[in-house]
């Protein structure tokens, strides 16, 4: 599906943008693991999140919607039912990493995992290498790729150094050692922290250190999970298409509430501020680490850009906002360079690849590099078609930069926003009426 999006006059308004996709993950995660029922608010209604929902009813769970409420009841940590069939992880990369940390410790089981075509060009490798250190059993296609299966049986605990900046494959590893003495994690600069802060709600044995340098968090022996209502703040990776989109048109002012800031996910605001954007963020003090997220509402105004650099200690905090650095990149004054975000190669699309070259089709004048972008502001973008490569992420860069630019923008495969944000055309006209 097509769908062209005009040059805009100006966004004006108050918004609350669609729950946290990460969170939403982790609350059905961890609520299909709670010897209780758990009930969940604002959880993303999303393609992605669609997918951990059926993965958790199908290996038992009871799921139920009431009203703006979801109600999920597990059967415990170590009570997973075998599943009739493959789970269909779809487009979800974090329910692909996530769910076989659970899933490698449930005794005489076996798993098989698989997705749609995106999925299976993306490395699970990175998971079960900690998962084989830990005595799990999984075989993937050519050593890598999915379709994989996994076969439950007993866990000994690790000491495990990640050796590329991943919450995914940090969270994983974290749920394994649920059922060992003590697993630790140690990543080389930190990432989201949405799990470790969940589990410790619920129960689990976890610590934190090493923040000053490379985060170490530690988790025991969990003998059962329980977790009190989780509130999904609005997602900051949704809302970022909404604040880039204040700031570039002229004319804008934006208020975009109960967004979550937690500091492992802000980094687009911080890249923001160095860039000159008019972005206020009135928070909530951070609380402490068992608390729910920190919220916050986002003020945002239209002003003028100036370009900046982004390094490799900040990617993982804006690892998924980086396609919007290198949009708003074209609009700022001077260079715009990302370094160290090699990561992105390997998300729903290439995304190194269909950002730079995305943008070179809509006028910009960008430069793709092994790690990142180079990007000189040109003050503006011309507008024409690009190509959403199924990637909603993309799919949605390119509908900002239609109403940023001088004559709009057409997004081939717009049906790709339906994984995390299947309101954002329809959001988007509110704020421009
Ligand atoms: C996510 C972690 C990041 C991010 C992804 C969601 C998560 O991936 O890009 O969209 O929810 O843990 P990596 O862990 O691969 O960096």
């Not at 599943?83 to 692909?96: E, F, H, Q, S």
Request: charged fraction near 20%; glycine fraction near 12%; aromatic fraction near 4%.
């Amino acid at each position: 599906m097509n769908t062209r999006f005009a040059p805009l006059q100006k966004l004006r308004g108050r918004l609350r943008p669609p729950g946290d996709k990460s969170i939403s993950h982790r609350a059905a995660l961890v609520g299909a693991m709670a010897s209780t029922p758990v009930r969940i608010r604002n959880y993303l209604d999303a393609a992605d999140t669609g997918a951990t929902l059926a993965a958790v009813r199908q290996l038992g769970a009871i799921v139920q919607w009431r009203e703006a409420e979801l109600v999920i009841r597990g059967g415990g940590l170590r009570n997973v039912q075998a599943p009739a069939g493959t789970i269909d992880v779809g487009n979800a990369g974090t329910l692909m990493r996530l769910l076989p940390g659970w899933l490698s410790f449930q005794q005489g089981c076996t798993f098989t995992l698989d997705g749609d075509e995106s999925i299976r060009r993306r490395p699970i490798d990175r998971i079960a290498t900690p998962l084989a250190l830990m005595g799990a059993s999984i075989e993937a296609r050519e050593g890598r790729y999915p379709p994989f299966t996994i076969h439950g049986g007993g866990l000994r605990g690790i000491e495990y150094q990640l050796p590329v900046a991943s919450a995914q494959v940090k969270s994983c590893v974290l749920l394994a050692g649920l059922t060992t003495e003590s697993t630790t994690v140690i990543e080389p600069v930190p990432t989201r922290d949405h799990t470790e802060r969940l589990l410790a709600r619920a129960g689990a044995p976890i610590r934190r250190g090493g923040l000053d340098g490379a985060p170490r968090t530690t988790v025991g022996n969990a003998e059962e999970l329980d977790l009190e209502p989780v509130d999904v703040p609005a997602d900051l990776s949704s809302a970022a298409f909404l604040i880039a989109a204040g700031v570039l048109v002229p004319g804008s002012r934006l208020l975009l509430e109960g967004v979550g800031v937690n500091w492992t996910r802000a980094g687009f605001l911080r890249i923001l501020e160095r860039m000159g954007a008019i972005v206020l963020v009135d928070s909530e003090p951070q609380g402490s680490f068992a608390a729910q997220e920190p919220i916050a509402e986002i003020d945002v105004s239209h002003c003028a850009l100036q370009g900046t650099e982004v390094g490799p200690d900040e990617v993982p905090l804006a690892i998924d906002e980086l396609p919007l650095v290198a949009l708003l990149g074209c609009f700022a004054e001077g260079e715009t360079i990302v370094r160290g975000a090699q990561e992105l190669r390997l998300k729903e699309s290439d995304r190194i690849a269909a950002v730079a070259g995305g943008l070179r089709t809509l006028g910009g004048d960008i430069e793709d590099t092994p790690d990142g972008f180079v990007v000189r502001g040109t003050g503006g973008l011309a507008g024409g078609r690009l190509d959403a490569r199924g990637d909603h992420r993309l799919a949605l860069l390119g509908a900002v930069a239609g109403v940023a630019s001088r004559d709009g923008v057409e997004v081939v495969g717009w049906e790709a926003v339906s994984i995390s944000y299947p309101s954002f055309a329809e959001d988007l006209r509110r704020l421009a009426a």
